[in-house]
């Protein structure tokens, strides 16, 4: 379980697989039992509780935004990657499976190349993740003199008719800076493994799931909940309670799983989707979710600051999340349109996964038009079905 915990520091290697022991923070020392715990100040503990939902609220909320945008957009490289009943239903089991095997690497092999191993490979996936949750403020802030060219990365296989794209992916000069920028922070987090880096990391991670993991239905969202409710990924947010007293050189953290953020996050995008869709000007569902999400995070704290123990997030978190919305449903008597409601059929209406519905108007017949290859381009195109 990635608990919130209090207290903790992280090791020099990759983020931990489980909440770390209060000890550890005094290093061989307490191996030794001769060290003494640092106990923070009111002031520290409270900014880095207050730091750390922060960095929890703002991935979901703007996530959740950009998940909108995302449903709609046409642009291959954005397609959302949509959860089934049966992937939520699957999903704390291959995730539980991948901690034990971690585990078991952990055991039979060097920690050290482990961890080089890991390093890297969150490296990799960390200035990816970065990049991409820079580009919309890239766009603003590019300078309008400088020329912004496009680029295209193509892999093909085969010749003639039988040609076949494996990669087609388009970039401009506003995606490599953002690209650059990242690359920075991922060599400052490889070579110091500092918190801030971290964070970073960790905000890009976080709003990207929520951006681009997309719910189906109600129905799916409260399996993936209630799955995860006695389980939590190994991910963590971390923020030092100690900062007041030692600057950036901190090392007594408060930690936060990333899959608090992530989980409960796709769910409330996915109740922002179905706001947009009964189209109202009022968000409901959005806010009483976001809400409750901020109301089951701060009964977290306060119960781990009542029993002096580290709790698991999702077991306040999950309740919440889905309950508050229930009833909010029930009030208004739409319960039934809330659990009915598909996401697939407004963003993906041929099938479950990785294909986007054209936005059109007009008449069922301009719409079927719409869906019809285009003759006048020469690039090939999968056949897309008519619109019945």
């Known amino acids: 379980m990635a608990d919130v915990e209090q207290g903790a520091a992280l090791p020099s290697g990759v983020p931990p697989p489980d909440v770390l022991n209060a000890s550890a923070a005094n290093g061989t020392d307490a191996a030794n039992g001769t060290a003494t715990r640092f106990v923070s100040t009111p002031e520290g503990t409270a900014l880095a509780y207050g730091s750390l939902v922060l960095m929890a609220l703002l991935p979901i909320f703007f996530g959740a935004l950009r998940s909108v945008s995302c449903a709609k957009s046409k642009n291959s490289s954005d397609m959302p990657e949509t959860i089934t009943s049966r992937d939520a239903a699957r999903f704390p089991i291959i995730a539980s499976c991948t901690l034990f095997g971690l585990y078991l690497f952990f055991k039979i092999f060097s920690q050290e190349y482990i961890n080089l191993l890991l390093s890297m490979y969150f490296f990799v996936l960390g200035i990816l993740a970065l990049s991409h949750t820079m580009s919309p403020l890239m766009n603003r802030a590019f300078p309008t003199n400088l020329p912004n060219r496009q680029y295209q990365l193509l892999f093909t296989q085969g010749s003639g008719e039988a040609k076949e794209e494996i990669v087609n992916y388009e970039f401009d000069t506003k995606d490599l800076v953002c690209l650059c920028i990242s690359t920075v922070v991922g060599i400052w987090y490889v070579l110091k493994k500092h918190w801030v880096a971290n964070n970073l990391f960790g905000l890009a991670f976080a709003l990207n799931g929520v951006e681009l993991l997309h719910l189906n239905n109600v129905s799916t969202g409260c399996i993936l909940l209630g799955g995860l409710f006695i389980y939590d990924v190994f991910w963590v947010m971390v ?131 719409s869906m019809q290859p285009s003759r006048a381009s020469p690039r090939r195109r999968r056949p897309t079905p008519h619109a019945l």
């Open 239 to 369: 923020f030092p309670q100690d900062l007041l007293e030692k600057g950036l050189e901190a090392n007594n953290f408060a930690m936060l799983g990333l899959g608090d953020i992530v989980i409960p996050g796709i769910f409330i995008a996915l109740l922002l989707r179905f706001d947009v869709s009964l189209r109202k000007d009022s968000r409901t569902y959005f806010y009483t979710s976001f809400l409750a999400y901020i109301f089951g995070l701060g009964l977290t704290i306060f119960v781990m600051h009542t029993f002096k123990h580290a709790q698991p997030a999702l077991l306040y978190l999950v309740p919440a999340c889905i309950g508050f919305p229930v009833v909010v449903a029930l009030v208004k008597g739409e319960l039934t349109d809330m659990f009915s409601y598909e996401s697939v059929v407004e963003v993906l209406p041929h099938t479950p996964r990785l294909t986007h519905f054209p936005m059109v108007s007009g008449s069922p017949a301009s719409l079927a038009d």
